[in-house]
Structure formats: C-alpha cells, structure tokens
C-alpha cells in the first residue's frame, strides 16, 4: 500500500521569503502525485499535479513542485511568499493501474508573516 | 457547476444519536469518496465508490458507519448510534477516474457530546 510523510507539521515563513514544503511518498508501483490546499474552515483544492512527462510542474499561483523518483519526493516550491498562501497543505498519491484511492499525507501548515 | 454540495455544514448531537450527512457530487463525476478529518489522525478515506458502487470500504471505522449511493447523484454517510469520537470533519469528494482531480466539499462539521 502507498503512504505519504510530510516531514513539517508546521512552516513559518516571512512575507517574500522561499518556502518549500517536503512530501515524500512511499509505492511499490508507477504513481501520481498531488498537492491540495486548505483555506481555515474550506475544503481542500487542487493546487498541482504530476501524471506523467515533465517532471516539473506548476500552478497558476507561482507555487511549483518537481517529482523525483529516485528519491520518492514532491516537494512544493514558491519563490516568493504571500499573506494570502497561509494555509494547510496536503501532498496525496495515488497508484497509476490500481486503485483511484488518494492517500494524503498529515499536512503542512504555512504559515506567512508580514 | 455548483461543486460538491454537502449537508449539513455544521452539527452537533448528542451521544448515541443518528446522523446522516449528505452529497451531492458533481454531474458527470462516476467516483466519490467519504474523508474524515481529525487533528490526530488528519484525513482518511472512509470509503470510496465508483459508479455507484462500493469498491473499497476498508477505512469504515466499525459497524456503526455506512454509506450508501443510490444514484449518481446522492451518497449518504450515517453513523448509529454516534459517540465523542465521531467528532470530526467530514468531507465528500468526487472526481473523473485514476488521476483526475478529485473535487472536495466544504465539509459537515460533526460533534457529537
């Protein structure tokens, strides 16, 4: 069965500052990869995902996050934080040809200061 | 399209009481799925079907729960008799099949004392 860990429960970060978010996953089969945000008291919302081809991949809102396979990770990236990216973050897998189940991780909080 | 509707949005019950959130998924989408949100143990799959049909249940915590989907656009999660522990969020999802995105309601906020 699949599994994921975000290493940080929480992340405080400055306005402006990088911030990543670690998520590393664990399959024994092809996977696909996701990251979701949750806003205070909403549901969770696709932010990026990886199926296949670049690995490399990108949301509208500058966050982007790179599947590495040798090392079993997607980890999300942005450059430059904002107030408003204070949210949870959940990394998730599924299998590629198995169930369509998504596996999420604990979640990381972000938290950005002004 | 008006997104995942659930219902209620927010509950409280007392102890032993039956409760039944409510979905409705979106027009199209032939997965659904029931998470439960707690800060101990963050979100599980309680169960998941496709095309109306149960595929996995494995995450139903005891007998107390069930779910239901009658037709494609209705599920139902009922828990009898409820106790503390249910307290939690619950979240209904539904999406297009293996690798779509899966589309998540805002939750029924689930306390039970």
């Known amino acids: 069965a699949q599994s994921v860990t975000q290493l940080d429960s929480q992340v405080p970060v400055f306005e402006e500052a990088p911030v990543e978010l670690r998520c590393n996953y664990s399959?024994?089969?092809?996977?696909?990869l996701f990251w979701y945000v949750q806003y205070p008291n909403q549901g969770l919302q696709l932010l990026l995902k990886?199926?296949?081809?670049?690995?490399l991949v990108e949301s509208i809102n500058g966050f982007e996050a790179e599947f590495n396979k040798s090392q079993t990770s997607f980890h999300l990236r942005k450059p430059s934080v904002h107030i408003s990216d204070t949210a949870e973050y959940f990394c998730?897998?599924?299998?590629?040809?198995?169930?369509?189940?998504?596996?999420f991780g604990k979640g990381t909080k972000l938290t950005v200061n002004p | 399209d008006a997104g995942v509707i659930q219902s209620p949005r927010h509950e409280v019950t007392e102890m032993g009481q039956e409760v039944t959130l409510r979905c409705k998924p979106i027009s199209g989408h032939n997965s659904l799925f029931w998470y439960r949100q707690t800060m101990m143990r963050g979100l599980e799959l309680l169960i998941y079907?496709?095309?109306?049909?149960?595929?996995?249940d494995s995450g139903m915590p005891e007998d107390r729960f069930s779910a239901k989907m009658p037709n494609a656009s209705f599920s139902t999660l009922k828990i009898q008799p409820s106790e503390p522990r249910d307290s939690a969020v619950y979240f209904c999802a539904s999406g297009e099949g293996r690798g779509n995105t899966i589309y998540f309601g805002e939750g029924s906020w689930l306390t039970v004392v």
């Open positions: 998730a897998v599924s299998t590629q040809g198995g169930s369509e189940k998504l596996v």
């Open positions: 399959s024994s089969v092809s996977v696909y």
């Open positions: 079907f496709n095309n109306n049909v149960p595929i996995d």
């Open positions: 990886y199926l296949s081809g670049s690995t």
